[in-house]
């Protein structure tokens, strides 16, 4: 079955500073998505990625899937206390039931 | 409007009691999930309904029970609780059952004494 991992586990800056938050596949993505959650609440979707080298941007947030469609980034510009919270990466495996990375702890000091 | 309704928030029972956890979308998607979250934040799929057909069925107790009167409700129905059943749980609906994006409720928090 198709497992995600996510890097770093938990991450603090400060803020104005940019990062990039990493997620891998043990297979071929067919659909890559990314999720915030802010503590105490649910999942807000982000951005969805389906072809490899695909790019998409929300705002000061970026996402990419390589290539070979078995890795993608988030990148946040500038960051700010409002983008403090946990990013997951989720995967929607062709012929298996959708799972979520283990989630990245953002804090963003003022 | 909240596109995806939980309730309770907040669920705080004795272990051994039967409790139902109810959700709702107003999106007019056909599919719907549950989601369970554990004290590490890992966030595991239970359940999911299209057009009230379960499609799928992880590996949870069948104490839990999912109901869908209609596309628009997924109510999940736990019996004999045990303290292993303390999470978070997630409701979700998506247009469709795959390649679409799932929008999430805020979560009921279980939790059992």
């Known amino acids: 079955s198709q497992e995600l991992e996510q890097s770093p586990q938990s991450l603090i800056v400060q803020e104005g500073k940019n990062l990039t938050i990493n997620c891998t596949s043990s297979?071929?993505?067919?659909?890559l998505y990314w999720y915030k959650q802010k503590y105490g609440e649910g999942l807000i979707f982000l951005m969805m990625?389906?072809?490899?080298?695909e790019e998409k941007s929300h705002e000061k947030i970026t996402a990419k899937l390589d290539e070979k469609k078995q890795q993608s980034s988030l990148h946040i510009t500038a960051s700010q206390p409002s983008h403090a919270g946990i990013y997951l990466c989720?995967?929607?495996?062709?012929?298996?039931?959708?799972?979520f990375g283990p989630g990245t702890r953002l804090s963003v000091l003022p | 409007d909240t596109a995806v309704s939980q309730t309770p928030k907040y669920l705080v029972t004795q272990m051994g009691n039967d409790k139902s956890i109810k959700c709702e979308q107003n999106?007019?998607?056909?599919?719907m999930y549950w989601y369970k979250q554990d004290s590490k934040k890992f966030l595991k799929i239970m359940f999911s309904?299209?057009?009230?057909?379960?499609?799928i069925n992880e590996t949870v107790p069948n104490r839990f029970s999912p109901k869908s009167p209609d596309k628009a409700h997924l109510n999940l129905h736990i019996n004999s609780l045990e303290l292993g059943d303390s999470a978070v749980y997630f409701c979700?609906?998506?247009?469709?059952?795959?390649?679409?994006?799932?929008?999430f409720g805020d979560g009921t928090r279980l939790s059992i004494l």
């Open positions: 979700a609906s998506s247009l469709g059952p795959s390649n679409q994006p799932q929008h």
């Open positions: 297979k071929t993505l067919y659909g």
């Open positions: 990625l389906q072809k490899g080298g």
């Open positions: 989720g995967a929607d495996p062709y012929g298996q039931n959708f799972v």
């Open positions: 999106l007019g998607h056909d599919t």
């Open positions: 309904y299209n057009n009230k057909e379960l499609i």
